[in-house]
């Protein structure tokens, strides 16, 4: 059985790791984390902090199988004036390697969605690497469409 909810203190350590093993083994965001800033464990830690200490600004979700941790995405909250209200921008969405192809991951957006309806979010928005074509057909699977747009980054 999953289950899914947001990163409490008393889970942080399980968040933690779930986005280190992100962070160093999915090859797609090693590919681009040069341009991010990535910083590593200790932005990792910083990061997770922040969440704790402002949950206005975002969440991390985590999905359980059977207890054991296995999939995780970070979720940010910012208005749209497109659409008027609050969206949320979904990043570093992963299912560990030996829990893939279970469902866990459509389950973790699912009960996302939900969470983000409650709150009266209106939208998601999210990217994915280019050459990820996994990735791509699983977020349009899930109901999103592609946009004619490139996500740039500029660090500060």
Not at 99 to 105: A, D, E, L, M, Y
Not at 110 to 133: A, C, F, G, P
Not at 136 to 156: D, I, M, P, W
């Amino acid at each position: 059985m999953i289950e899914c909810q947001r990163m409490t203190i008393e889970l942080r350590e399980d968040a933690f790791s779930l986005l280190r093993s992100f962070l160093c083994e999915d090859e797609y965001y090693l590919d681009s984390s040069a341009a991010y800033g990535a910083g590593g464990a200790a932005a990792l830690d910083k990061a997770l902090d922040l969440f704790l200490q402002r949950p206005e600004f975002g969440f991390v979700w985590l999905a359980y199988d059977e207890g054991d941790p296995a999939g995780v995405c970070i979720v940010c909250l910012a208005i749209s004036t497109a659409i008027g209200g609050m969206v949320a921008k979904l990043d570093d969405f992963f299912v560990i390697s030996s829990k893939q192809g279970r469902g866990i991951g459509s389950i973790l957006l699912q009960e996302l969605k939900q969470e983000l309806r409650d709150r009266s979010v209106l939208r998601i928005d999210t990217s994915v690497h280019l050459q990820n074509d996994r990735a791509q057909r699983f977020y349009q699977h899930q109901g999103f469409q592609q946009l004619n747009e490139e996500k740039l980054a500029c660090v500060l």
